[in-house]
T-cell receptor, first 115, second 109 residues
Framework: DADVTQTPRNRITKTGKRIMLECSQT?????MYWYRQDPGLGLRLIYY???????NKGEISDGYSVSRQAQAKFSLSLESAIPNQTALYFC??????????????FGEGSRLTVL | GQNIDQPTEMTATEGAIVQINCTYQ??????LFWYQQHAGEAPTFLSY??LDGLEEKGRFSSFLSRSKGYSYLLLKELQMKDSASYLC??????????WGAGTKLIIKP
């Protein structure tokens, strides 16, 4: 089983609908992230959380919100989806305090299409 | 502004060696990462450099020159499974990761 699990893996929705992408992890990491990936662009950070009580905006947070329900769960919501939010979304975790390099561990991705 | 540059696409032959370059301009530097990403899959960690020099890990090596704002990933004895995108990312002074757009590596038999 994957250490970082995202649901759904694929979703097609219509403009204006509310969408939630969920992420859960079994790595015991405090830090969790949501990224989006578009063709020809680097990964862009939407939101990140360093612990349950800490939520921070990334570079492209407009149109998105998040909830850190527990150390292991971090959800991304699109309150009213629009077509330019069509992208591949990745959840990731890290824990640099554990002596590793602080590298990110990614979920398998959620492909969202907004019509 | 902050910027990471890497070639969009490269082609190499199975069994050969390929070097993927990455240049960066960031506000501060706290390390550089290389990730591999197969099409439609999640990125996976390859290497981390924070000091100048070469880090070798099996067929893959990563080099860093902080004074030049430059890194490369060297892949030896290329295999077909190495066909993937290779992402360069820099940790800036605020410990935020700045990502390059990735280099798509195509391996030909």
């Amino acid at each position: 089983d994957a250490d970082v699990t995202q649901t759904p893996r694929n979703r097609i929705t219509k403009t204006g609908k509310r969408i939630m992408l969920e992420c859960s992890q079994t790595k015991g990491h405090d830090r969790m992230y949501w990224y989006r990936q578009d063709p020809g662009l680097g990964l862009r950070l939407i939101y990140y959380s360093f612990d349950v009580k800490d939520i921070n905006k990334g570079e492209i947070s407009d149109g998105y919100s998040v909830s850190r329900q527990a150390q292991a769960k971090f959800s991304l919501s699109l309150e009213s989806a629009i077509p330019n939010q069509t992208a591949l979304y990745f959840c990731a975790t890290s824990d640099p305090d554990r002596g590793d390099t602080g590298e990110l561990f990614f979920g398998e991705g959620s492909r969202l299409t907004v019509l | 502004g902050q910027n990471i540059d890497q070639p969009t696409e490269m082609t190499a032959t199975e069994g050969a060696i390929v070097q993927i370059n990455c240049t960066y301009q960031t506000s501060g530097f706290n390390g550089l990462f290389w990730y591999q990403q197969h099409a439609g899959e999640a990125p996976t960690f390859l290497s981390y450099n924070v000091l100048d020099g070469l880090e070798e890990k099996g067929r893959f090596s990563s080099f860093l020159s902080r004074s030049k704002g430059y890194s490369y990933l060297l892949l030896k004895e290329l295999q077909m499974k190495d066909s993937a995108s290779y992402l360069c990312a820099v940790l800036d002074s605020n410990y935020q990761l700045i990502w390059g757009a990735g280099t798509k590596l195509i391996i030909k038999p």
